[in-house]
Protein backbone atom coordinates (compact mmCIF):
# COMPACT_ATOMS: atom_id res chain seq x y z
CA UNK A 1 0.00 0.00 0.00
CA UNK A 2 0.49 3.48 -0.08
CA UNK A 3 1.60 3.80 3.19
CA UNK A 4 4.37 1.24 2.75
CA UNK A 5 5.72 2.78 -0.06
CA UNK A 6 6.27 5.67 1.74
CA UNK A 7 7.96 4.41 4.30
CA UNK A 8 10.93 2.83 2.23
CA UNK A 9 10.99 6.44 0.45
CA UNK A 10 11.53 7.94 3.35
CA UNK A 11 14.14 5.15 5.16
CA UNK A 12 16.25 5.27 1.73
CA UNK A 13 15.92 9.00 1.89
CA UNK A 14 17.32 9.63 5.21
CA UNK A 15 19.91 6.45 4.99
CA UNK A 16 21.60 8.40 1.89
CA UNK A 17 21.45 11.50 3.92
CA UNK A 18 23.06 10.05 6.99
CA UNK A 19 26.07 8.54 4.84
CA UNK A 20 26.83 12.21 3.72
CA UNK A 21 26.54 13.16 7.11
CA UNK A 22 28.75 11.03 8.71
CA UNK A 23 31.25 11.15 6.05
CA UNK A 24 31.17 14.79 6.43
CA UNK A 25 31.84 14.31 10.35
CA UNK A 26 28.77 15.01 11.15
CA UNK A 27 27.84 11.88 13.53
CA UNK A 28 23.87 12.69 13.44
CA UNK A 29 20.72 10.44 14.61
CA UNK A 30 17.49 10.39 12.84
CA UNK A 31 14.34 8.87 13.97
CA UNK A 32 12.34 7.96 11.07
CA UNK A 33 8.36 6.86 11.80
CA UNK A 34 7.26 3.77 10.50
CA UNK A 35 3.37 3.22 9.83
CA UNK A 36 1.41 0.04 11.56
CA UNK A 37 1.64 -1.87 8.09
CA UNK A 38 5.01 -1.26 7.77
CA UNK A 39 5.29 -2.85 10.67
CA UNK A 40 3.60 -5.76 9.59
CA UNK A 41 5.57 -6.47 6.59
CA UNK A 42 8.30 -9.22 6.84
CA UNK A 43 10.07 -7.98 3.95
CA UNK A 44 10.92 -4.39 5.66
CA UNK A 45 13.90 -5.50 7.51
CA UNK A 46 15.65 -7.23 4.15
CA UNK A 47 14.83 -4.35 2.63
CA UNK A 48 16.81 -2.14 5.28
CA UNK A 49 19.40 -4.31 5.51
CA UNK A 50 20.10 -3.93 2.01
CA UNK A 51 19.86 -0.06 2.11
CA UNK A 52 22.48 0.12 4.89
CA UNK A 53 24.78 -2.00 2.55
CA UNK A 54 24.13 0.22 -0.56
CA UNK A 55 24.60 3.71 1.08
CA UNK A 56 26.74 2.51 3.97
CA UNK A 57 25.37 4.46 6.28
CA UNK A 58 25.91 2.61 9.84
CA UNK A 59 22.80 1.07 11.10
CA UNK A 60 23.34 2.86 14.57
CA UNK A 61 22.32 6.33 13.18
CA UNK A 62 18.71 5.50 12.18
CA UNK A 63 15.97 4.92 14.95
CA UNK A 64 12.77 4.10 13.92
CA UNK A 65 9.71 5.42 15.85
CA UNK A 66 6.64 3.06 16.20
CA UNK A 67 3.61 4.17 17.55
CA UNK A 68 2.31 2.23 20.75
CA UNK A 69 -0.95 1.93 19.13
CA UNK A 70 0.79 -0.44 16.14
CA UNK A 71 2.79 -2.79 19.02
CA UNK A 72 -0.92 -3.21 20.88
CA UNK A 73 -3.20 -4.01 17.59
CA UNK A 74 -0.12 -6.72 15.80
CA UNK A 75 1.32 -8.08 18.98
CA UNK A 76 2.95 -10.73 17.29
CA UNK A 77 4.25 -8.80 14.10
CA UNK A 78 5.63 -5.84 16.77
CA UNK A 79 7.91 -8.64 18.38
CA UNK A 80 8.89 -9.81 15.06
CA UNK A 81 9.54 -6.65 13.76
CA UNK A 82 11.77 -5.29 17.29
CA UNK A 83 13.64 -8.60 16.88
CA UNK A 84 14.98 -8.54 13.52
CA UNK A 85 15.89 -4.76 13.25
CA UNK A 86 17.88 -5.55 16.74
CA UNK A 87 19.49 -8.01 14.86
CA UNK A 88 20.67 -5.63 12.22
CA UNK A 89 22.01 -2.87 14.95
CA UNK A 90 18.87 -0.53 15.28
CA UNK A 91 16.99 0.18 17.84
CA UNK A 92 13.39 1.80 18.30
CA UNK A 93 12.10 4.62 19.55
CA UNK A 94 8.24 3.61 20.72
CA UNK A 95 6.38 6.48 20.01
CA UNK A 96 2.75 7.92 21.65
CA UNK A 97 3.41 5.80 25.05
CA UNK A 98 0.81 6.74 27.65
CA UNK A 99 -1.73 6.93 25.17
CA UNK A 100 -2.88 3.49 25.73
CA UNK A 101 -2.14 1.19 28.74
CA UNK A 102 -1.25 -2.50 26.28
CA UNK A 103 2.15 -1.61 25.35
CA UNK A 104 3.80 -1.75 28.55
CA UNK A 105 5.14 -5.30 27.92
CA UNK A 106 6.81 -3.89 24.85
CA UNK A 107 9.32 -1.95 27.33
CA UNK A 108 11.55 -4.88 28.25
CA UNK A 109 12.47 -5.45 24.94
CA UNK A 110 16.11 -4.85 24.00
CA UNK A 111 15.64 -3.08 20.81
CA UNK A 112 13.40 0.29 22.81
CA UNK A 113 16.06 2.60 23.01
CA UNK A 114 13.92 5.51 23.67
CA UNK A 115 10.45 6.31 24.63
CA UNK A 116 8.10 8.88 23.67
CA UNK A 117 5.44 10.25 25.79
CA UNK A 118 1.96 11.10 23.78
CA UNK A 119 1.97 14.09 23.12
CA UNK A 120 -1.35 14.73 24.76
CA UNK A 121 0.40 13.80 27.82
CA UNK A 122 2.52 17.20 27.82
CA UNK A 123 -0.31 19.54 25.75
CA UNK A 124 -1.28 22.30 29.00
CA UNK A 125 0.82 19.65 31.10
CA UNK A 126 1.35 22.85 33.63
CA UNK A 127 -2.67 23.20 34.23
CA UNK A 128 -2.95 19.91 35.30
CA UNK A 129 -1.20 18.27 38.03
CA UNK A 130 -2.92 14.71 37.79
CA UNK A 131 -0.98 14.51 33.93
CA UNK A 132 1.89 15.67 35.33
CA UNK A 133 1.85 13.04 38.16
CA UNK A 134 1.61 10.42 35.20
CA UNK A 135 4.28 11.93 33.39
CA UNK A 136 6.68 11.52 36.93
CA UNK A 137 5.48 7.58 36.60
CA UNK A 138 5.96 7.08 33.15
CA UNK A 139 9.49 8.66 33.09
CA UNK A 140 10.56 6.88 36.58
CA UNK A 141 9.21 3.87 34.88
CA UNK A 142 10.67 4.04 31.81
CA UNK A 143 14.44 4.89 33.07
CA UNK A 144 14.19 2.43 35.47
CA UNK A 145 14.27 0.01 32.44
CA UNK A 146 17.63 1.74 31.59
CA UNK A 147 16.04 3.55 28.39
CA UNK A 148 15.54 7.02 27.17
CA UNK A 149 12.47 9.57 28.02
CA UNK A 150 11.94 11.69 25.22
CA UNK A 151 8.48 14.20 25.87
CA UNK A 152 7.15 16.08 23.03
CA UNK A 153 5.05 19.44 22.09
CA UNK A 154 7.33 21.45 24.95
CA UNK A 155 5.84 24.86 24.43
CA UNK A 156 7.40 26.88 27.28
CA UNK A 157 9.89 27.67 29.76
CA UNK A 158 7.78 26.03 32.92
CA UNK A 159 7.13 23.04 31.11
CA UNK A 160 10.82 22.24 30.20
CA UNK A 161 11.91 22.96 33.58
CA UNK A 162 9.23 20.49 35.12
CA UNK A 163 10.20 17.60 32.67
CA UNK A 164 14.05 18.23 33.62
CA UNK A 165 12.78 17.89 37.05
CA UNK A 166 11.15 14.51 36.28
CA UNK A 167 14.16 13.06 34.79
CA UNK A 168 13.10 13.53 31.18
CA UNK A 169 15.99 12.77 29.10
CA UNK A 170 15.26 14.55 26.06
CA UNK A 171 12.10 17.21 24.74
CA UNK A 172 10.67 18.52 21.69
CA UNK A 173 8.58 21.25 20.06
CA UNK A 174 8.30 24.20 19.00
CA UNK A 175 9.49 26.22 21.92
CA UNK A 176 13.13 25.50 20.83
CA UNK A 177 12.49 26.52 17.06
CA UNK A 178 10.14 25.22 14.17
CA UNK A 179 10.47 22.46 12.11
CA UNK A 180 12.52 23.19 9.25
CA UNK A 181 12.85 21.09 5.77
CA UNK A 182 16.82 21.20 6.23
CA UNK A 183 19.13 19.10 8.36
CA UNK A 184 20.77 22.35 8.89
CA UNK A 185 21.25 22.38 13.06
CA UNK A 186 24.14 22.44 15.34
CA UNK A 187 23.60 21.75 18.56
CA UNK A 188 27.55 21.52 20.02
CA UNK A 189 27.30 17.91 20.89
CA UNK A 190 28.09 15.56 17.30
CA UNK A 191 24.10 14.71 16.85
CA UNK A 192 21.34 16.04 15.95
CA UNK A 193 17.98 14.38 16.00
CA UNK A 194 14.96 14.54 13.98
CA UNK A 195 11.58 13.20 14.37
CA UNK A 196 7.78 13.20 13.72
CA UNK A 197 7.08 16.48 11.91
CA UNK A 198 6.75 17.72 8.65
CA UNK A 199 10.83 18.76 8.16
CA UNK A 200 13.57 18.54 11.00
CA UNK A 201 12.41 18.96 14.25
CA UNK A 202 14.42 20.88 17.37
CA UNK A 203 15.16 18.64 20.41
CA UNK A 204 16.91 19.40 23.28
CA UNK A 205 18.56 17.32 26.18
CA UNK A 206 19.62 17.36 30.05
Known amino acids: GLQGELDRWVTRRALGALADLHKGGRHTTLFVNLSPQTVRDETFVDFVRDQLSATGAPSGAILFDIAEQAFIDYPEDGHRTLD ?15 AQYGALRFLQS ?16 MQNEERQALVRTFAQTVKALDKKVVAKFVDGAETLSTLWNFQVDYVQGNYFQAAEAQLNYDFGGGETLSSDTQGTASWASR
Open 84 to 98: ALRHIGISIALDDFG
Open 110 to 125: RSVAYVKLAGALIENL
